[in-house]
Structures are given as structure tokens and as C-alpha cells.
């Protein structure tokens, strides 16, 4: 589940394979086109472009020794001219101010949206999260944000990291710019568009079946580390099928704009673009829509 969704929706958390050795710009060979969805990095270019561009998709929550950049993947941040994020992950201030859109609209409170029951399993649940805050600091949080929280610590590793934070890591060194294909107010606001009580019942049903949530989640780390493209894009409406009929909303939609958006930001430029992972597989993933407005879009070794 959730803001996750956003996140994960598109995963953004797995371990790359490590490079082969293929430079920059080589993609995967004719023989290998059994392996051509295995892989989370890709070339873009064709269709009038003066330079590639790149596309790589991440996981936003990894256990840290997991969270490791492939050579190849280096040398192309160190060959980008901008990174493109979904979000400004360098815009301190919109990250900072984020917590004035995770807020539910008109003063619900999420005890008010479940039995009182209910609320007393959650709210048990999160104590044993120890959490900075308790749930009664987080009752006008939408509830797809808490469950968000509950997704980062199901990963039992003592310390986490994500392939956006390496990415960015790695670009301070160059001094390449940061941008966001998204503002953290346009996602916190897709949240707006599923009411709050199917995500307060949501959040209690994450809380019942959490054991079942810790095996997809796992699974999901082994389809990332695998870089099986064509697992991820069935195993992504497996892990939480109430969403299932937001697909729309919170992935083929916010695909379709990103490849509306891209052919501007490659025009004269080099852009590596990293999302997550879920994102790029389909016939609405993100590889076949710029397919289809005439750009080759191959595999290269990670």
C-alpha cells in the first residue's frame, strides 16, 4: 500500500545488479532479447534527439547494502546534465513543507472514519512502531500516509536507504541539478481523489494482514534485485488489490503526463530520468508510451 502508492505504486525499494562492464550508451545485444526486460536501465533516443537520454527505475525503500549504483549507472549520472526525480528531491523547502498537504481536507480525523474498535487496533499497532509521534498527533493525517509509515519499517534491516538517495549522492559530486517531474503538493493531492474512509478501512485491513503485506513486500525486493520487468508490472496489482481501480489515478495517468512532459527536457540535453520502478513496464509503462511516440528505447546492461 501506499503514499507508498505514489511510491510504491511506482516502487519505488531492491538491489540493482552489479554492471558487466558494458560503457555507456551500449545497450543490451540483439542476442540478448530474452533479457530485454531484465533489466532497470534504459536509453532513450531516435526521434530527433541530439543526445540519449536515460531511464532507471528505483525503489524508495532498501535495506542500505542493498541500495548500491551499478557502474554503468554511474558514469551515466556523471555524463547527465539534469537528473529528473518524480519529486525536487533537492528543494529542501518543498520537501520541509509537506506535511501541510498530508493533512485530510476539512478537518476529518481518521477516529471519526473507523469503529471505535478499529481505531484501538491501529492505534495499538502503531505503538509498537514506536513512532515519534502517537496516532492521536496523526488522526488528520490522510490515512494512506500512515500507512506509508507502517511500509518503511516492514523491511527489518537496522539501516535503509533508496536508490534515489544514491542517485543524489552521487550527482552532489558533479554538481548536477535535481529536478522533479511532480511537486509534493500534486501527489499529496492524488490522495484527495480516494476517500478518506475506503483509506481509513484500507489502513485497518494493512494493519490485520500485515503479515501477508511483509511477504509481498519481500517478493518485491527479489523482483527488483532480478530486474524482471514483466513480474514487477503483475506483482504491483497483486500487492494491494483494493487499488486496484486506482491504477489510473496513481500510475498510467502520471505516466502519461511524464512522457508528455520528457520529449522538451531531451530536446537539447542529456536527462537521466529515475522513477519508480513500476512505472516503466505495460502497455502504459513509461518504456512503451515513449515507444510509441517514436523513440528507441533499449535495454542496457545495470
Same mark, same amino acid.
Given at each position: 500500500m501506499v503514499f507508498w502508492c505514489v511510491a510504491?505504486?511506482?516502487?519505488?525499494?531492491?538491489?540493482?545488479?552489479k554492471s558487466n562492464g558494458n560503457t555507456v550508451g551500449a545497450p543490451a545485444s540483439q542476442a540478448a532479447q530474452q533479457e530485454e526486460v531484465n533489466t532497470l536501465l534504459w536509453e532513450i533516443s531516435g526521434n530527433g534527439l541530439k543526445k540519449p537520454s536515460y531511464l532507471f527505475g528505483t525503489m524508495h525503500i532498501l535495506c542500505a547494502e542493498d541500495a548500491q549504483l551499478s557502474e554503468n549507472l554511474q558514469q551515466i549520472i556523471r555524463n547527465s546534465e539534469v537528473i529528473y526525480f518524480e519529486l525536487d528531491m533537492d528543494d529542501m523547502k518543498q520537501m520541509l513543507g509537506a506535511l501541510q498537504y498530508l493533512r485530510m481536507a476539512d478537518g476529518q480525523k481518521i477516529s471519526e472514519l473507523l469503529t471505535p474498535e478499529e481505531y484501538a487496533r491501529v492505534e495499538s499497532y502503531f505503538k509498537q512502531l514506536s513512532l515519534p509521534m502517537p496516532l492521536s498527533l496523526l488522526n488528520r493525517f490522510k490515512p494512506y500516509f500512515l500507512s506509508s509509515l507502517?511500509?518503511?519499517?516492514?523491511?527489518?534491516?537496522?539501516?535503509?536507504n533508496g536508490m534515489e538517495m544514491q542517485i543524489m549522492g552521487e550527482s552532489k559530486k558533479y554538481e548536477k541539478e535535481i529536478k522533479g517531474l511532480e511537486t509534493m503538493q500534486f501527489q499529496a493531492g492524488i490522495f484527495d481523489s480516494i476517500p478518506y474512509a475506503k483509506q481509513a478501512k484500507d489502513l485497518v485491513n494493512y494493519i490485520d494482514s500485515i503479515d501477508n503485506y511483509k511477504k509481498?513486500? +519481500?517478493?518485491?525486493?527479489?523482483?527488483?534485485?532480478?530486474?524482471?520487468?514483466?513480474?514487477?508490472?503483475?506483482l504491483m496489482h497483486k500487492s494491494d488489490p483494493g487499488l486496484e481501480e486506482y491504477m489510473d489515478l496513481l500510475v498510467y495517468n502520471r505516466n502519461r503526463r511524464w512522457v508528455e512532459l520528457m520529449p522538451? +527536457?531531451?530536446?537539447?540535453?542529456?536527462? +537521466?530520468?529515475?522513477?519508480?520502478?513500476?512505472h516503466l513496464p505495460g502497455d502504459q509503462g513509461v518504456i512503451s508510451l515513449l515507444r510509441k511516440k517514436g523513440y528507441d528505447v533499449k535495454p542496457m546492461k545495470n
Open positions: 510504491m505504486a511506482g516502487w519505488g525499494c531492491g538491489s540493482p545488479k507502517i511500509g518503511e519499517r516492514i523491511l527489518t534491516c537496522e539501516q535503509k509481498v513486500m +519481500l517478493e518485491m525486493v527479489d523482483v527488483y534485485r532480478k530486474q524482471d520487468l514483466s513480474r514487477m508490472d503483475s522538451e +527536457l531531451m530536446a537539447q540535453q542529456s536527462v +537521466l530520468f529515475a522513477v519508480g520502478a513500476g
